[in-house]
């Protein structure tokens, strides 16, 4: 059973189109969060959400909207995509301040043409 | 502001060898450190965890890593490393107040030969 699974893989899309990435977690966790790792392997948090309530919001374009229906769930929406947002988007839960390990999902590799 | 350093780019070792991967990091408090692989394709996942307590910590995979205070270093290390322990290594730091935030190192993409 996957802990933390998003879908798809792998998006492969056109400049200036709208996309959305889906994550899961079966954890029971309280907190989601959306890394995003570029060409050089660098991992950077783009967004937190602890129980449905946005905690953390990098100065991540407004192009990014994060959506959490429910504490299970983190979606991601990209709207007007640029070439600048290929990379792989990890998403990741934990259970909140007092346990902060984050168990990251295996990506989804976004490639721009 | 906290920032986490790996030195290393590349490390490249023969099988069988012994292992350490260093870590640097920036923080006025004792920080929350973790070391995470990630394998090709792969998500991150969490080898090791800092957060109070005894200094060594054990991990899984056979990894350990020792928090230095002094130093400000959390260098993860093992004795005698498999052809399977090639990946990308990072470590990373999470403030105790908000540990919500983690912030992940540049990586170390270690190499095993045969």
């Known amino acids: 059973d996957t802990a933390v699974s998003q879908t798809p893989k792998y998006l492969v899309t056109q400049m200036g189109n709208d996309k959305s990435i889906k994550c899961e977690q079966n954890?029971?966790?309280?907190?989601m969060y959306w890394y995003k790792q570029d060409s050089k392997k660098f991992l950077k948090i783009m967004f937190s959400?602890?129980?449905?309530?946005?905690?953390i919001n990098e100065t991540v374009p407004n192009r990014f909207s994060p959506k959490s229906p429910d504490k299970a769930h983190l979606n991601l929406h990209i709207n007007s995509l640029e070439l600048g947002d290929s990379a792989v988007y990890f998403c990741?839960?934990?259970?909140?301040?007092?346990?902060?390990?984050?168990?990251f999902g295996d990506g989804t590799r976004l490639s721009i043409l | 502001a906290q920032s986490v350093t790996q030195p290393d780019i590349h490390i490249t070792v023969s099988e069988g060898a012994s292992l350490e991967l260093r870590c640097n990091y920036s923080?006025?408090?004792?920080?929350?450190l973790f070391w995470y692989v990630q394998s090709p394709g792969q998500g991150l996942q969490l080898l090791l965890k800092?957060?109070?307590?005894?200094?060594l910590v054990q991990g899984i995979k056979g990894f350990e890593a020792e928090f230095k205070r002094s130093q400000s270093s959390f260098n993860l290390r093992k004795p005698s490393v498999h052809w399977s322990d090639a990946a990308e290594y990072f470590c990373?730091?999470?403030?105790?107040?908000?540990?919500?935030?983690?912030?992940f190192g540049t990586g170390t993409r270690l190499q095993v030969f045969p």
């Open positions: 923080y006025g408090a004792t920080p929350y």
């Open positions: 990373a730091v999470g403030a105790t107040y908000n540990t919500d935030k983690l912030i």
């Open positions: 954890l029971g966790h309280d907190t």
């Open positions: 990741a839960s934990s259970q909140g301040f007092d346990r902060p390990s984050q168990h």
């Open positions: 800092y957060f109070s307590g005894d200094t």
């Open positions: 959400y602890n129980n449905k309530e946005l905690i």
